[in-house]
């Protein structure tokens, strides 16, 4: 029940105070800790007695030698025991329970729940991040910094609530202690104050400047590994091990350079430190002796004196280690701050209301946009999308297809114009909204590394099973997933897939994708390449359950294989992030322009492999007679595109 008392004094799952912690590390430090601060107040309040304590049982000892000095055997315990019995309740019960106060305020409280709450807030300010955020960076070091940033914080600010008490208590009472007995012991302790402060003031802030730089390089090694880990495959598929070795080997080799440079720092402090210490060591000892030997102070003074010495002498070495640990920790919280602290380039606006689609009409309002080079990617694009209408983007690589796709989505805020859904502007509207009224199957499907049911459910959560299974046999997952089973032994939904899906095909993944949209059911459909990872024969099946799924939707469909996409209403031809031409297949085919070479481009070199194909089969069989197909006339591939697959499945057979 005490544990349980100290684990809730934070609330891990507490709200952020605002949107974006500060950028000054200090700031940064009080931002966090004003969240905390009756837990802080606690540990400062348990330091203080703690200290006093300890510095309390030394004075013990040199009162203790002075009555053993100063009594007989007989009298010792009759004329002492209350001062004895008071001696005995501090070590024996106000010690102990000091000691477990202060354990449980840190070990049961502060570093499991501050730390989680660090973390916490973290990972939701930079779930808010835009989509280009985290294609600047790694994701491992972004992973990095935020583990790192929270751990080294905690610490920090743990070691110094517990350095400053036992710092101040020790120097002050030590030369009280020293005066009372003679002023003239003072002066060994102050000038080694004096000079411990003085190396403290040199070597603390180069230490934490070489933290900082060493943080970056332990961030940077992580980053390389988790990419190369991330991307295994390639590495494999590539045979570019050595290469990978290269990479991991120069941030290791930077890593260690770093280090060695912050550890020479250290070195130098911790053998200054020594020199001072075993000067205060010597020369308070010694003039202890003297005096004693001039019958100025008592033996229980020397005893004093010696004790508090090489306490503080141990502490100081303690301290050195605190101050160090304490500028590492705070280098790596400037390393983290250069991720955690940076704004949300794509907010909500204020009073931002929930975006209600009706009918689906989308509009592109005079859209301009850029990346942020200067080189513009939408021109002033104007496109009105009817409610329920099928709309085909094409266009050659670099175009603005996908851009355009993003841009809808709100990834990214545009530099001018507006785009209106059912008259309702999207940058006007919460972005959570706007991406649950927008199902999107994506050519490179990306999984969670969760079960295939929690991968489903993404499409909607509250789905109930039946729905589910539905999905399912409509993208006609079902032939695959009651044979999927993982290490752990759970099979068919439960299964585990990988990493962004990697233990399933691209197939396989595709059709998971689909059926997630399936399930979500959103009014707009968008579709970049969605069966492109599907076998002809798969693709054929699932037909009609994407005719089915595109249904009363508004639907913007994104394809290089132009045959896909020729049955849509109208076909949007992109060029240098403007449109070049609009209209239906045909009317596209008739005006002779990019479409008609794009289209001509494709169904040309599948003539042309047709008849390769012919040629080959009649070279290797000359005894049976065969006609080769003659080359599609341009005019003749655009009445006839929709007879290309039957052409190749007869050149294949003959």
């Known amino acids: 029940m005490l544990y349980r008392r100290f684990e809730r004094f934070i609330n891990v799952f507490q709200d952020a105070p605002s949107e974006t912690p500060p950028a000054q590390v ?45 009594s007989t055997p007989a009298s010792l315990f009759s004329e002492n025991w209350p001062t004895l019995l008071w001696m005995g309740f501090v070590a024996l019960i106000l010690r102990p329970i000091f000691v477990a106060l202060h354990d449980m305020l840190v070990h049961q409280n502060i570093n499991p729940n501050m730390t989680s709450m660090l973390n916490w807030q973290h990972h939701n300010h930079l779930l808010r991040q835009s989509l280009n955020f985290f294609q600047n960076d790694f994701a491992g070091r972004i992973a990095q910094r935020i583990i790192q940033t929270g751990n080294a914080l905690r610490d920090s600010a743990v070691q110094l609530a517990e350095a400053i008490w036992h710092v101040l208590i020790y120097v002050i009472t030590s030369l009280v202690l020293f005066a009372e007995v003679d ?125 508090l010495v090489i306490r503080l002498v141990n502490m100081s070495g303690w301290i050195m280690w605190v101050v160090n640990g304490i500028f590492e920790n705070i280098g790596m919280v400037q390393d983290g701050v250069t991720t955690i602290a940076q704004p949300i380039s794509v ?161 396989q993944r595709q059709r998971v994708a689909i059926a997630r949209v399936l399930l979500k059911d959103a009014p707009i459909l968008i579709m970049d390449e969605a069966t492109s990872a599907l076998d002809s024969e798969v693709e054929a099946a699932i037909q009609e359950s994407l005719e089915s799924l595109m249904e009363g939707k508004t639907v913007i469909a994104i394809a290089h294989r132009l045959s896909t996409i020729a049955k849509m209403d109208r076909l949007v031809v992109l060029q240098k992030g403007e449109i070049v031409e609009i209209g239906s297949h045909h009317e596209l085919l008739e005006k002779n322009g990019l479409y008609a070479r794009l289209w001509q481009h494709q169904t040309g070199g599948l003539s042309a492999s047709i008849n390769r194909l012919v040629d080959k089969a009649r070279h290797r069989a000359p005894h049976q007679p065969m006609r080769a197909c003659p080359p599609f006339p341009a005019e003749e591939s655009r009445q006839r595109h929709h007879a290309i697959p039957d052409a190749i499945s007869n050149a294949m057979i003959a």
């Not at 931002?31 to 330091?47: D, N």
């Not at 003031?201 to 992580?222: D, N």
């Not at 280090?259 to 000892?285: P, Q, W, Y």
């Open 26 to 70: 200090w700031h940064f430090y009080a931002y966090y800790l004003r969240q905390v601060w009756p837990s802080f107040v606690a540990l400062l309040v348990v330091g203080l007695a703690s200290a006093l304590i300890e510095v309390a049982l030394f004075s013990y000892l040199s009162r203790i030698i002075d009555m053993v000095n100063n």
């Open 183 to 307: 002023w003239r012991l003072m002066i060994p302790l102050i000038i080694w104050i004096l000079a411990y402060s003085a190396s403290l003031r040199y070597f603390v802030p180069r230490v934490k400047a070489r933290s900082v730089i060493s943080a970056q390089a332990r961030s940077k090694l992580m980053g390389t590994i988790v990419d190369g880990y991330t991307n295994i495959a390639t590495i494999k598929l590539f045979a570019h091990s050595k290469l990978e070795r290269k990479y991991a080997r120069q941030a290791i080799q930077e890593l260690t350079e770093k280090s060695h440079f912050t550890s020479r720092m250290v070195s130098g402090m911790d053998i200054t430190l020594s020199a001072l210490n075993g000067l205060l060591i010597v020369s308070t000892s010694g003039l202890a002796l003297w005096l004693w030997s001039q019958s100025l102070i008592s033996v229980g003074a020397i005893a004093l004196t010696s004790g």
């Open 347 to 507: 907010q909500d606006a204020p009073q931002a209301q929930a975006l209600k689609v009706p009918h689906g009409n989308i509009r592109f309002e005079n859209v301009i946009f850029d990346y942020g080079d200067g080189r513009q990617v939408i021109n002033r694009l104007n496109l009105d999308i009817r409610p329920g209408e099928k709309i085909g983007l094409i266009g050659p690589s670099g175009a603005g297809k996908s851009t355009l796709v993003n841009l809808l989505l709100r990834l990214y805020d545009l530099n001018g114009g507006r785009i209106m859904i059912d008259d309702q502007n999207i940058a006007e509207v919460t972005q959570e909204s706007l991406r649950s009224q927008i199902g999107m199957i994506t050519q490179d499907t990306s999984l969670l590394h969760r079960s295939i049911r929690e991968n489903l459910l993404y499409g909607r959560p509250d789905a109930s099973e039946e729905e589910l299974l539905t999905a399912i046999h409509r993208a006609r997952a079902d032939e695959f997933i009651p044979l999927l089973s993982d290490t752990q032994g759970r099979t068919g939904l439960d299964a585990q897939v990988g990493e962004r899906g990697v233990k399933l095909s691209g197939g």
